[in-house]
């Protein structure tokens, strides 16, 4: 069946198979209907798997090379509370993918200690050479803004350096704020 003209209608119309349409300027994906070059509709979902952030949880942190292990403190869980830290001064390292077709442009870690701070690096895959894309620290718990967006690419990441002055210093987790590109 092939509709010539137009008609409008106060009824919620279902169609069987594909739905196509002709002549249209190109939208981007982060619409909730997406338009493929042949006029095909399909349901997207706005942002990565449906949001704009990447939760960095307290499992996505690694030690550095003090010898000594991540830790879960878990002798509070029956007060409800539960958390990462690192041993003694060790820095802590938590390694973020971000999805093709999307840009990084913020970074915020939570934890115990916001006279701690944070940095941001850009990584790759082929390189051993880290990038500063943050300018510097930012203190636990601010969200900071990118100096240099990080839009992915095949070998590129983001690192999170959370620095620490002792074994108290809780994280909590954090996010990166992407959009798409």
Do not use: C
Request: aromatic residues 10%; proline residues 3%.
């Amino acid at each position: 069946m092939k509709w010539i003209g137009q008609h409008i209608w106060d009824f919620i119309s279902r169609f069987r198979a594909d739905v196509y349409i002709e002549n249209l300027s190109y939208v981007t994906p982060k619409d909730i209907l997406t338009i493929d070059s042949s006029g095909k509709v399909s349901k997207g979902k706005i942002g990565w798997h449906g949001d704009t952030r990447i939760k960095i949880l307290p499992r996505d942190f690694v030690a550095n090379d003090v010898g000594r292990p991540m830790q879960i403190e878990d002798d509070d869980i029956g007060s409800n509370e539960l958390f990462m830290y690192s041993f003694s001064t060790s820095d802590s390292f938590a390694y973020v993918p971000i999805p093709n077709g999307y840009k990084a442009t913020h970074v915020k870690i939570y934890g115990s200690d916001t006279g701690q701070n944070f940095h941001v690096y850009e990584g790759n895959i082929n390189s051993k050479t880290i990038i500063d894309i943050a300018t510097g620290t930012t203190s636990i718990g601010t969200e900071k803004a990118l100096a240099t967006q990080l839009v992915s690419d095949t070998t590129n990441y983001i690192i999170v350096r959370v620095t620490s002055d002792g074994d108290s210093d809780e994280i909590h987790g954090g996010y990166v704020t992407i959009v798409a590109v």
